[in-house]
C-alpha cells in the first residue's frame, strides 16, 4: 500500500540511534536512573505505555543508559516526518503491509505529531528497500547516512 499522498509530512526518516523496547511487569519499579533520565531530558525519544498487563519503555539509546537497556537497543527507528493532520487514516497499514509481506518485525508507536516503527536493526536496510519499492519516500540526508553505515 503506497503512501496515501504526496505529502512532504509523509515521507519518511531513519533515526541515527538504535532503540530499546523493555517490559516491566505490572508493579515492577521503572529504575530511578530511567525515571530521573526522563525528567531531566537525556535522550530523545523515550514513552512509557502502562496497561494492566504490562509496561513497556521504549526509547533512543543514550550515552549513560543503564547497561542492561543497551543490550535491549537491538532496534532501529523510522520515523513519518510529520506533523499529521489528525484526519488522515491508514498510515501505519499503509507502512506495515509491505513490511509484513517481506517479514519484516515491527514495533510501532503514535504521538501527537506523527508514528514511528521499529524494526530490527539487522533488518533495517530490508525494511528501507521494500518501504522504498512501495512508493514511499526517505527524506534526503538521513537515509544514506544510515543505510550505508549498516
Not at 511487569?25 to 533520565?37: K, S, T, V
Not at 489528525?86 to 498510515?91: A, P
Request: with cysteine; charged share 20%; aromatic share 8%.
Amino acid at each position: 500500500m503506497p503512501p496515501p499522498s504526496n505529502s512532504p509530512a509523509l515521507n519518511l526518516i531513519v533515526l541515527p540511534e538504535p532503540f530499546f523496547v523493555v517490559k516491566l511487569q505490572p508493579g515492577e519499579e521503572i529504575p530511578p536512573c530511567i525515571f530521573r533520565d526522563l525528567t531531566h531530558g537525556r535522550g530523545g525519544f523515550f514513552s512509557v505505555t502502562r496497561t494492566t498487563e504490562e509496561v513497556s519503555l521504549v526509547g533512543e539509546a543514550y550515552k549513560s543508559m543503564p547497561a542492561s537497556y543497551k543490550e535491549q537497543s537491538t532496534w532501529m527507528c523510522i520515523k513519518v516526518q510529520g506533523p499529521m493532520e489528525h484526519n488522515l487514516t491508514g498510515i501505519l497499514a499503509s507502512l506495515t503491509a509491505p513490511l509484513k509481506v517481506s517479514k519484516v518485525p515491527i514495533f510501532a508507536l503514535s504521538t501527537w505529531n506523527t508514528d514511528y516503527l521499529l524494526v530490527p536493526k539487522e533488518m533495517l536496510s530490508d525494511a528501507v528497500r521494500t518501504l522504498e519499492r512501495d512508493g514511499w519516500v526517505f527524506a534526503q540526508g538521513i537515509k544514506g547516512v544510515r543505510v550505508a553505515r549498516l
